[in-house]
């Protein structure tokens, strides 16, 4: 248990779904990321949201669409995928400031069909 | 531009034995690293960091080298345990204050511990 708790584990969805993402944290960070994690390849920065302010978005497609209504949640929004969309979304919360450790939820295995 | 590189894929080490894993990187403005191991199904989990002004930090089984000039780290587990069988993702940030933690992970090397 890390604190950060992520739901759904895995979700199937189809290109013209709509779905939400859901990340929560307990321990009082005030900075929350979205990474991507593709077969072979490194975590990849989605986005950043720094106490509850967006602070980054590294060049992400329109139909991902995050949500930070307070310091504890995040949600990724999801329209109109695509198949190469399929990956581990992992949420992560940290401290804002200074040099930390991130601490990762357990991610939601998405599929896209 | 892959700015944190892991190039071996895979490492495989007798139990009892020092397994070394290798992370190299480019951008000479970072100045924090981080080690985590992750088992699959998990997300990653926090293992060990070191500072830029430190060239070594030890916990436990675990150490972390710095070589700034080299632009290289690495990660000593000594001795290695059945249980450390995870893949082990390099991660570095810039300069605290305005990095928000961001984090530039590596590929991963996937480390295997034989009985």
């Known amino acids: 248990e890390t604190g950060v708790t992520q739901t759904p584990r895995h979700l199937v969805m189809g290109m013209t779904n709509k779905k939400s993402l859901k990340c929560e944290q307990h321990?009082?960070?005030?900075?929350m990321y979205w990474y991507k994690q593709s077969a072979k390849k490194p975590l990849e920065l989605m986005f950043v949201?720094?106490?509850?302010?967006?602070?980054e978005n590294n060049s992400v497609p329109s139909r991902f669409s995050p949500e930070c209504p307070n310091s504890s949640h995040l949600f990724l929004h999801l329209h109109t995928l695509q198949p190469e969309d399929s990956a581990l979304y992992l949420c992560?919360?940290?401290?804002?400031?200074?040099?930390?450790?991130?601490?990762f939820g357990q991610g939601t295995r998405l599929t896209v069909v | 531009d892959q700015q944190v590189k892991q190039n071996s894929p895979s490492l495989s080490v007798q139990e009892g034995r020092i397994s070394i894993l290798n992370c190299d990187y480019t951008?000479?403005?970072?100045?924090?690293f981080l080690w985590y191991k992750k088992y699959p199904a998990e997300g990653p989990t926090f293992l060990i960091s070191?500072?830029?002004?430190?060239d070594k930090n030890e916990d436990g089984r675990f150490t972390v080298f710095l070589n700034k000039s080299a632009k290289h780290l690495s990660l000593h587990i000594v001795p290695s345990q059945p249980g450390d069988s995870a893949v082990y993702f390099c991660?570095?940030?810039?300069?605290?204050?305005?990095?928000?933690?961001?984090?530039?992970f590596g590929q991963g090397t996937i480390l295997t511990v034989h009985p």
């Open positions: 991660a570095a940030s810039g300069a605290g204050g305005t990095s928000y933690g961001k984090l530039t």
């Open positions: 951008n000479s403005m970072f100045d924090y």
């Open positions: 949201y720094s106490l509850e302010e967006r602070v």
């Open positions: 321990l009082g960070h005030n900075a």
């Open positions: 992560a919360s940290s401290q804002a400031a200074g040099n930390t450790e991130a601490f």
């Open positions: 070191i500072s830029s002004i430190k």
